[in-house]
């Protein structure tokens, strides 16, 4: 599975959108984007997922690049309880990888009042 | 559904002792798996099962042991505690298909002396 590279911390004011960036320049085709964020000593809570195009759900939207080298993660009207480290994911399709996560060390997004 | 429920949340054992850390899924998940957490390791697959009575070794599988009788259980004994098993633990399910999202369970804290 390819690298992903994260920044390692961002901050974001409370009902400002959240934009977390991810690096993933060694994707190939068949590779889908995963995120995924863990709050304080809480199980990871998987957000989103996509694999070329922009995917948007109740919790947040993924934007892919076109050459699908990097990915940003967005919440759009982050709330304190957001406060959270968020872990972008890179994993092939098919075969027995379905399970199986690669977790980096993320980025700590800490939401302000 | 209660989804993946860890128990239990707490333990200490002293080095050399056994104990079971217990994961059940009402979700009719094929996939389940485990992971353990420390400080700036991020996690790390220890066993995976895709179904009951399959079972294979993650990343990190020394000094554990699963089995998977059925489908919603999916235990992860230590046969002989070790300070270095001291950890976050994590169970997690999914169904046996791509894309399918991991939920994960709030965790066993195990402290070994």
């Known amino acids: 599975d390819a690298k992903t590279t994260q920044p390692p911390s961002m901050d974001c004011a409370e009902g400002r959108a959240a934009n977390l960036p991810c690096n993933h320049s060694?994707?190939?085709?068949?590779?889908?984007v995963y995120w995924y964020r863990q709050i304080h000593s809480q199980g990871p809570q998987y957000i989103i997922h996509?694999?070329?195009n922009n995917e948007t759900n109740e919790m947040a939207s993924l934007i892919i690049t076109e050459d699908r080298k990097s990915s940003t993660l967005i919440l759009p009207h982050a709330t304190l309880r957001d406060t959270a480290v968020y872990y972008c994911?890179?994993?092939?399709?098919?075969?027995?990888?379905?399970?199986?996560?690669?977790f980096g060390q993320g980025t700590i997004l800490t939401v302000h009042p | 559904n209660a989804g993946v429920t860890q128990t239990p949340k707490f333990q200490v054992l002293k080095t050399g002792q056994s104990m079971t850390l217990q994961c059940a899924q009402d979700?009719?998940?094929?996939?389940m798996s485990w992971y353990r957490q420390d400080p700036g390791m991020g996690l790390r697959l220890i066993h995976y099962?895709?179904?009951?009575?399959?079972?294979d070794q993650g990343e990190v599988p020394n000094g554990y042991n699963v089995s998977r009788s059925t489908t919603e259980d999916f235990p992860l004994r230590l046969l002989s505690a070790a300070p270095s098993q001291t950890s976050v633990y994590f169970c997690?399910?999914?169904?046996?298909?791509?894309?399918?999202?991991?939920?994960f369970g709030n965790g066993t804290r195990l402290t070994v002396t």
């Open positions: 997690a399910s999914s169904y046996r298909q791509d894309n399918s999202p991991l939920h």
């Open positions: 060694t994707i190939s085709g068949n590779e889908y």
């Open positions: 996509g694999l070329k």
């Open positions: 994911i890179v994993r092939a399709a098919g075969g027995t990888s379905y399970g199986k996560l690669t």
């Open positions: 979700m009719n998940h094929e996939y």
């Open positions: 099962s895709v179904g009951a009575g399959i079972t």
